[in-house]
């Protein structure tokens, strides 16, 4: 309670500074300053593995709004969402998948946050995939559905996986929810996720949502990370 309190009133007495490099920051900038956001990489390549899983029937396209890379400012960025629970920082790159696809594609009728496993969510307290829908949606105008797939398999951290293990530690991770088949059936799906790698995790939520029927798939990150072992 005195920590809240203390917290409310340093950011009353301060100035807002930069979560990268901790400068102060001017009204109009959110979390970062000027010239931290001007280093943000977008990412405008296709993904490695994009194709495979478009000829594959399961999704039709794959967007990341950033480069994921070690000691740029998307790190404190993810960072911040994550683990400090700033979840405008996740609107705020979720505004830019929004940007994106705002300007490339047609509607859309949900967007659909990577579901946490139900044990994961309340240690964290929050999905920051929701943040991240959130910020698409503020954009696209497009309607946010939370339950349609649920996460039933506790996955291990896939940090020290390759490829091949990492796709197969997320295999039967998820589960469609019998009572939102009809809210999916044919529609226009985006799916979202903070960052994404190999795309595992979210090719197979993508999967379970295509063997129920989904129409259209998107699936879109704020970040793209490359793998750093590859063996
Ligand atoms: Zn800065």
Redesign the pocket.
């Known amino acids: 309670m005195i920590r809240h309190i203390l917290r409310g009133f340093l950011n009353f007495v301060l100035p807002e500074t ?6 102060s ?1 001017s009204e109009n900038e959110r979390y ?2 000027g ?3 001007s280093k943000l990489e977008p990412y405008t390549d296709t993904h490695p593995w994009q194709k495979e899983f478009v000829e594959a029937g399961i999704i039709e396209n794959s967007i990341s709004a950033y480069w994921f890379r070690e000691g740029t ?1 998307i790190q404190p960025l993810l960072h911040a969402m994550k683990y400090q629970k700033v979840r405008s920082a996740g609107r705020l790159l979720g505004e830019a998948i929004g940007r994106r696809i705002a300007g490339t594609a047609p509607g859309f009728d949900y967007i659909i946050p990577v579901p946490l496993h139900k044990a994961k969510q309340r240690e964290r307290t929050f999905n920051q995939s929701l943040c991240i829908a959130e910020g698409i949606s503020a954009i696209t105008r497009t309607a946010i559905l939370e339950g349609a797939v649920n996460r039933t398999r506790f996955t291990s951290t896939q940090t020290k996986l390759n490829k091949a293990e990492r796709r197969e530690n997320v295999l039967h991770a998820f589960d469609a929810d019998p009572e939102h088949i009809e809210d999916i059936r044919g529609k226009r799906i985006i799916l979202a996720d903070d960052v994404i790698t190999t795309g595992a995790t979210i090719i197979e939520c993508a999967s379970v949502l295509k063997r129920s029927g989904a129409g259209v798939i998107w699936i879109c990150s704020a970040a793209y990370a490359e793998l750093k072992h590859t063996e």
Do not use: A, K, R
């Open positions: 930069c979560l990268s490099c901790g400068e920051t970062l300053c010239n931290c956001s400012p």
